[in-house]
Structure formats: C-alpha cells, structure tokens
C-alpha cells in the first residue's frame, strides 16, 4: 500500500488596520456671537445645548477645544461644514481637524 502525505492546510488571515482617527477642532475668536457657535455645534455635531454650551466656552476659555473625535473623511467634511456655516453669515469661526494621537 502507498502512502500518503497530507500537508495541513494553513489559512492567512490578514489584518485590515482600523482607520486612524482624526480631531475636530473649534478655534476661538473675539468675533462669532456664543449662541451662533452653540447653534453650529448642535447642527453639525448633534450636541445637545448644554454639550454645545460646554465646549463653546471651553474653546473660549482656552482658545481651542476638541470638539469631537471621527475618521479622517468625517471629520474634514464636518469642519469645512460648520466653518462655512461661519462664513456664511460673516463671521470668522473656525474649524480645524489633526490626526489623534
């Protein structure tokens, strides 16, 4: 009788990496009325008023204050969204986004 050689099969499972995420940032200014800022936050961010009210003077406080954490496509589109908001009415708000550490 012949014998056989079986070979165990071994499967490659490969790893996608997660997205790296990135920060949404809300610069300060002496210009932008705080209840516009609150307003933007709670449209753009689906914070509540009293979330919005925090970070608003948080950023105030400080000059920058994160306002939220997503992969890199959500966040640039959420601060180019709520910084043209700004702009549309006149006023100089600012949203940034940096990749998180």
Known sequence: M??????????VKTKTERP???KVILLNDDY???EF???V????F???EDEAHR???TAHR??????AVFTRDVAETKATRATDAGRAKGYPLLFTTEPEE
Do not use: D, N, Q, S
């Open 2 to 11: 012949i014998e056989t050689v079986t070979k165990p099969k071994t499967k």
């Open 20 to 22: 790296r995420l990135h």
């Open 32 to 34: 932008t009325p705080r």
């Open 37 to 39: 800022v609150v307003a």
């Open 41 to 44: 936050l709670k449209a753009e």
């Open 46 to 48: 689906r914070m509540t």
């Open 55 to 57: 970070v608003m003077i």
């Open 62 to 67: 400080r000059g920058v204050c994160v306002v």
